[in-house]
């Protein structure tokens, strides 16, 4: 079974997303499942650099509005046991770099890569549109580091970055996280294991 999870290294959501369902996939006693990482740009336009946090959230709604906004995601995230420390994080970071490098590494390692960009920015307020950050953790996790920075600074991964942006888009996929299962089953938002385990049950039923 193939899952094709359309996520932004700064979805929050795609975070919970994430964790419930590798943690189904855990429960699951079925056929085994492939995942796979598709690009989504939340905010494409932001520049390079990116912008000061507050600065970039300031269109979704007034300060108090937002500081509910993370207060929910923050009790969610504790709920499957995932912190967030919005207090650390001071940038809104342009993510085509963390993308970058999420696709120059083998689909071994793509979890573990996603997962250290998800932690830097999320609980170590780190900016992970920073090419040195993003190269930082490829040290720690003992990955080629020129490897990485190579295909960031030459966009050697733009064209398939590219392909999952216009899949998104032919395909009417407006928000992340977004869960495709062997092409037939979609999901979209941050689903609670069970709904996981009852779309694998459903897509194998399907297939029969």
């Known amino acids: 079974m193939n899952i094709d999870v359309f996520s932004d290294s700064v979805c929050p959501w795609c975070r919970i997303g994430k964790k419930n369902l590798f943690d189904a996939i855990e429960q699951w006693t079925g056929e085994p499942i492939q995942v796979h990482f598709r690009t989504y740009l939340l905010s494409p336009e932001l520049p390079k650099e990116g912008k000061p946090f ?32 919005f207090d650390k994080v001071e940038r809104m970071p342009n993510t085509l770099a963390s993308h970058q490098f ?17 932690k830097a920015y999320f609980e170590d307020g780190k900016d992970i549109g920073d090419v040195e950050v993003l190269l930082g953790l490829a040290d720690d996790l ?17 064209d398939e970055i590219q392909a999952d942006i216009a899949f998104a888009r032919e395909n009417q ?36």
Do not use: C, W, Y
């Open 173 to 208: 996929i407006t928000g992340v996280p977004f869960f495709v299962i062997n092409g037939k089953l979609a999901l979209s938002g941050a689903h609670p294991v069970e709904n996981f385990l009852k779309a694998f049950k459903q897509v194998t039923e399907m297939e029969g």
């Open 102 to 118: 999420i696709k120059s590494v083998s689909e071994e390692d793509t979890t573990r890569v996603v997962d250290a960009i998800f």
């Open 142 to 158: 003992g990955l080629d580091v020129e490897h990485v920075r190579e295909a960031i600074e030459n966009e050697r991964k733009m």
């Open 54 to 85: 507050f600065e970039a959230m300031a269109s979704k709604g007034s300060p108090d509005m937002i500081m509910q906004m993370l207060t929910q995601v923050t009790r969610a995230g504790e709920a499957v046991n995932i912190p967030f420390r």
